[in-house]
């Protein structure tokens, strides 16, 4: 058997028994997507209309469902191909799923960096915590996929990824100082701003480093550099970067505590049902869900809905009736919906998805059919209207497919 290996950090390679194999991907930017974004799933069954809305998000396809079959039949042709073997059976379909085989005996430098990092985070024996820390260095080359990085299913993986990889460099630069290995700081530091040429808490580690080696005119020149940069106080000085840098941990450790509280304090609500509030919030919800559109593609809906009593209904009964309403529609969308009062006999509602099939209007007829369904709707009509604003993505898309 031979073996397999996905590289995802810093760029994205599949290699086997440790050399680079289907470099036709390359050709295929749709086929990299599918394989990338299924491989990250960990052996997740994908549904068939998950992975269309993913790899035709915001761009216009006939027939996505054909298409995707089209980059399968590809994908595989490659593999044929190439003659591997191992690699066969490595997506698994069945009727309206795609699935990486869990079966594959394959490494990935994504799953093994944070598995690392939960083994680091679990270690009482800090000595052997720093060295799954040392490994996470290793395997972090760079950024998840830097060539989809602006996908949405990339961009928050990224982040996090990044974060941890942050938290490995730090444990390991403090027990650098312990034992006073000054090079390794310096090496470390080095490539570190490399991934984040700002991070201001590098430049003072290194600055410092550079000092204790006897290397002050390296000091100064770097300091230089990240005044240049805006990441350094133009008032820091090589001599004085062992107060600021112990200021600048203070200043991270209360920041850290700052953060917990306000995670605290705004937990997670998972009250079913949409945002119902008044038309002032949710305007800034509109304008706040456009930009999500224009970032990342994601189709956004307006819609207005308008009652109409009969003659001669009473004002009382017609304000009850829209209460209720308003509880129909709020149970009847999602949380990353929206809606508001907009008049007496109005509502105005934001419906957030990325389904090309049903186009905003499936919940709106599910609401009006619950709606005739409740008491006395025979002296009221339910009528809506839904507009779909035009977007531009802000990154440009180059398509290979």
Do not use: K, S, V, Y
């Given at each position: 058997m031979a073996d397999v290996e996905i590289r995802m950090l810093g760029k994205f390679e599949i290699l086997m028994d440790g050399k680079p194999v289907l470099a036709a991907l390359n050709q295929s930017r749709k086929?990299?997507?599918?394989v990338q974004y299924l491989v990250l799933q960990k052996g997740e069954k994908v549904t068939h209309k998950e992975l269309t809305d993913t790899l035709w998000n915001g761009e216009r396809s006939t027939n996505p469902d054909m298409a995707l079959r089209a980059i399968?039949?590809?994908?595989r042709n490659m593999i044929e191909a190439e003659g591997l073997k191992t690699m066969e059976n490595c997506i698994l379909t069945s009727r309206g799923y795609y699935q990486w085989n869990p079966a594959l005996e394959c490494r990935i430098d994504v799953f093994e960096m944070e598995a690392l990092m939960e083994e680091a985070r679990r270690q009482l024996n800090p000595s052997a915590a720093v060295a799954r820390y040392e490994r996470v260095l290793e395997l972090y080359a760079g950024r998840l996929l830097p060539l989809s990085c602006n996908e949405s299913w990339v961009e928050s993986r990224s982040l996090g990824l990044h974060a941890q990889y942050r938290i490995a460099l730090f444990q390991v630069l403090e027990a650098c100082k312990r034992k006073g290995e000054n090079e390794r700081i310096v090496k470390l530091c080095r490539r570190a701003i490399e991934l984040d040429p700002y991070e201001e808490r590098l430049y003072l580690e290194m600055i410092q480093a550079l000092e204790a080696l006897g290397r002050h005119d390296e000091a100064q020149e770097l300091t230089r550099r990240g005044n240049a940069m805006?990441?350094?106080?133009y008032a820091v000085e090589p001599e004085r970067v062992g107060v600021v840098s112990r200021q600048a941990r203070q200043a991270d450790r209360n920041l850290e505590n700052d953060i917990t509280r306000l995670a605290e304090e705004l937990p997670a609500d998972d009250t079913p049902g949409a945002v119902y509030c008044t038309f002032e919030t949710f305007r800034q919800i509109y304008h706040l869900q456009r930009g999500v559109q224009a970032r990342f593609g994601i189709p956004v809906y307006l819609a207005l809905l308008t009652v109409t009593p009969a003659?001669?209904?009473?004002?009382?009964?017609?304000g009850a009736m829209m209460n209720h309403l308003g509880e129909l529609i709020n149970k009847s969308l999602r949380r990353c919906d929206a809606l508001a009062r907009y008049s007496e006999t109005q509502y105005v509602l934001l419906i957030c998805g990325n389904s090309s099939a049903e186009h905003g209007n499936t919940p709106l007829e599910r609401i009006k059919a619950a709606f005739y369904r409740m008491p006395a709707h025979g002296r009221y009509l339910l009528n809506y209207h839904l507009y779909a604003p035009e977007f531009h993505t802000t990154e440009a898309r180059t398509h290979n497919d």
């Open positions: 086929a990299t997507m599918l399968m039949h590809r994908f805006g990441c350094l106080h003659q001669n209904t009473d004002p009382e009964e017609t």
